[in-house]
């Protein structure tokens, strides 16, 4: 029996473009070890996890005449060594050539022929360091029921527990026969269903990722968002940079204003924004606002994987962040009662819960928060003007192939029309901003590192 893609699955699929590819990026700083992590050992540690994410062994078949939507089968030539590749920086390489190369791996298309992932070991970093780069498809990714190759890389101790001996045999592939056949079956059994499913796919793919979000949509979005340099035409290059703060000055600023973490967080943004906006010549008059969507990320008690275990999901959130107010502290006032007002829904709980689950959360819930962002970018209109994920992390730390994980960045992809997205993920104390931005729209996006240190700065004086 074939696994059909979802909805949602076949809506990111269908939706990429040379321009606005739909990936999952993670950059993970790492510490040499001892004797340096070989390419080898790294290939042995991802074939020993394989089995967690089955997907990522598994291409995407699309059914004749699109009668229905594609399914996942494996793929029976599989080669590691074609998804698993080793690069190097010039020796001492910086951070900044680190960063022009993740800008540039993340804008090169995947082959849709193979399955859609690729991992990059990087050497030549100065500080005895190495990177480890992961991109997947977003249609890879759906929650904890099939979680993102980050989440399952990374250990809790030096020492990984053993795996058992994988021994994958793949499955035949179906014939295009056997997948008309499967597609008529599905429409005699369910015929509103694969009407739905094959209009929205052929016609309209955001339809179906946008579906479950329609009735909050409604509830939350107050008509057009502002205009902003923000949302232009996006090209098909990038530009990426990164900045990190101590998770302590954050605490210090929450506890002196009794807000949330991501209230502090975004009043961040909204510094950074407001002083990139006024460096650009922007009139900045005290009621400008940019829309951002962050959503929140949490998970169900009603929803489980085949294992038993809660299935992770977002639920969207819109906040106005208030560029225009001159004081940090009444931005992050401002920014506080908009987050507290938010309605929560039934059912679903803080994300810190995730986090006892196996696994190293941030690289799935970034990717279940872009496909809450791609679902708003599918309604008419100007809905926000950048996204901006935020996902916890363990505060402690953590190994991959047996290196101290020191650093750890989403690298989340450009929705169209939006030059700009952001996500921060919390790890060991520190919090950790991937920018990653349009190179023609935003050519000055290496200024937004200093500019969120000094909009901390800001809120950190303040709050003495």
């Not at 050539?97 to 791996?105: F, G, N, P, S």
Request: glycine content about 8%.
């Amino acid at each position: 029996m074939v696994s059909r893609l979802s909805a949602s699955e076949a809506s990111f699929y269908q939706l990429e473009n040379s321009t606005t590819p739909m990936y999952v990026q993670s950059l993970f700083i790492l510490r040499n070890p001892r004797g340096g992590l070989s390419y080898e050992k790294l290939l042995e540690t991802i074939e020993r996890r394989l089995p967690q994410i089955p997907r990522y062994r598994q291409t995407i078949r699309e059914v004749t005449m699109n009668l229905a939507r594609p399914v996942w089968v494996d793929d029976r030539e599989f080669d590691i060594t074609y998804h698993v590749r080793h690069l190097a920086v010039p020796s001492p390489g910086s951070d900044r050539q680190l960063h022009e190369l993740i800008a540039r791996l993340g804008q090169q298309p995947l082959d849709r022929s193979r399955p859609l992932w690729a991992a990059y070991l990087i050497e030549g970093l100065a500080d005895n360091r190495v990177a480890l780069y992961i991109k997947s498809h977003q249609a890879l990714v759906n929650g904890m029921a099939a979680p993102a190759m980050g989440h399952v890389l990374v250990d809790r101790s030096q020492r990984p527990p053993p795996f058992d001996e994988d021994i994958w045999v793949p499955r035949d592939e179906p014939g295009a026969v056997e997948l008309v056949f499967g597609a008529l079956g599905d429409w005699l059994a369910a015929p509103r269903t694969q009407l739905r499913a094959v209009g929205s796919t052929v016609g309209s793919p955001l339809a179906w990722a946008g579906r479950k979000a329609v009735g909050t949509a409604r509830a939350v979005i107050r008509g057009t968002a502002p205009r902003s340099p923000l949302n232009t035409h996006v090209s098909q290059n990038r530009l990426f940079t990164v900045a990190q703060g101590s998770l302590e000055d954050y605490r210090t600023v929450r506890a002196r204003y009794d807000c949330a973490i991501n209230d502090v967080v975004l009043a961040v943004i909204t510094g950074a924004l407001r002083n990139w906006l006024l460096s650009r010549g922007e009139p900045v008059g005290s009621t400008r606002t940019v829309r951002a969507l962050a959503p929140l990320s949490v998970y169900s008690d009603h929803e489980v994987d085949s294992a038993g275990q809660p299935i992770g999901a977002v639920t969207p959130f819109l906040v106005d962040l208030p560029v225009g107010e001159p004081n940090p502290v009444v931005r992050l006032s401002q920014i506080a009662y908009a987050t507290e007002s938010h309605p929560t829904p039934t059912g679903l709980v803080d994300a810190r819960t995730i986090l006892t689950m196996a696994g190293f959360a941030p690289p799935t819930l970034h990717a279940m928060g872009v496909r809450v962002a791609t679902a708003y970018a599918g309604f008419s209109g100007r809905v926000f003007n950048l996204l901006i994920t935020n996902a916890p992390g363990a505060q402690r730390q953590l190994y991959v192939c047996g290196a101290k994980l020191l650093a750890t960045y989403s690298v989340p992809p450009l929705l169209p029309n939006k030059a700009l997205t952001i996500g921060v993920t919390s790890y060991n104390g520190t919090l950790y901003y991937g920018v990653n931005a349009d190179r023609k729209a935003m050519s000055d996006v290496g200024m937004v590192s200093a500019l969120l240190d000094e909009a901390l700065a800001e809120l950190l004086e303040a709050a003495q």
